[in-house]
């Protein structure tokens, strides 16, 4: 009676309190977080059967960068029209993160729902 789910490890780490840590912007590896990095190595080393195989290993690894490439490509106008697109990436990098450890429920503070009632009222106005 469990529902399987594909989850990664730093997924999980999130789901049991563990904070994200220090944001790092890596080159050639992008952005990413003491939580999520300590993820991408466990989930990396699951089986031991891959140190057994190194060119499986090398492929399977340029086949997801190529795939996290195509991912982006879309989202490189929004990022050149940013006026500081550190911060930019930052920012979604860690809605990202907390979308996937919520299994995309958003949560919505009380500030955000007086902030969209404000609006409204304003375009009510109008």
């Not at 490890?9 to 994200?20: C, I």
């Not at 989202?75 to 907390?98: C, H, I, M, R, W």
Request: proline share 4%; glycine share 8%.
């Amino acid at each position: 009676g469990i529902e399987a789910k594909e989850e990664e490890f730093g997924e999980v780490l999130g789901k049991w309190g563990v904070g994200t840590g220090p944001y790092l912007m890596i080159p050639a590896w992008g952005p990413t977080d003491i939580r999520s990095g300590v993820g991408d190595v466990v989930d990396s080393s699951y089986s031991p059967l891959d140190s057994l195989n190194f060119y499986f290993s090398f492929f399977r690894t340029g086949i997801k960068v190529l795939e996290s490439r195509a991912a982006v490509i879309s989202q490189e106008q929004q990022l050149n029209s940013s006026a500081d697109p550190y911060s930019f990436v930052k920012s979604a990098y860690f809605q990202n993160l907390e979308y996937k450890v919520l299994d995309g429920k958003v949560l919505v503070s009380e500030e955000e729902e007086a902030l969209d009632d404000d609006i409204d009222a304003f375009l009510d106005d109008l």
